[in-house]
């Protein structure tokens, strides 16, 4: 068993054994925290279509097929920045396996929220 701190936040929590979505939780939480940081500290700066997808993730329900079918209509500007890369890595992949509402997307939710807030 995994220490309560390593084990609270992972989709499989509670569980003796690692499931894959563990190892797509752990790369999209390395990928938003550091992007998160980075946009706080002002070494990344989105662009502002970055901003105003990220107000319209934090409006609707994500499933698996809902993400997909929001980065596949990202303009340019927005498929071409950082986020949609985060999103990209292993957000559709945990999806399969959590609901929108789980711990284990606490973070990339907090990182487009964070976005979000900056679009208004």
Not at 6 to 22: E, H, I, N, Y
Request: net charge neutral; proline share 6%.
């Amino acid at each position: 068993m995994l220490c309560a701190p390593c084990d609270s936040g992972r989709p499989s929590r509670g569980k003796r054994l690692l499931s894959p979505a563990d190892f797509d939780w752990v790369a999209l939480e390395r990928n938003a925290a550091l992007l998160l940081t980075t946009f706080k500290d002002g070494t990344w700066v989105p662009y502002a279509q970055e901003l105003v997808f990220a107000e319209s993730l934090a409006w609707f329900v994500w499933t698996e097929e809902t993400l997909r079918a929001a980065v596949r209509a990202a303009d340019p500007w927005t498929a071409a920045g950082r986020l949609v890369r985060v999103l990209d890595s292993n957000a559709f992949f945990l999806l399969r396996d959590v609901p929108a509402t789980d711990p284990a997307l606490h973070t990339v939710r907090r990182l487009i929220d964070t976005l979000a807030a900056a679009a208004v």
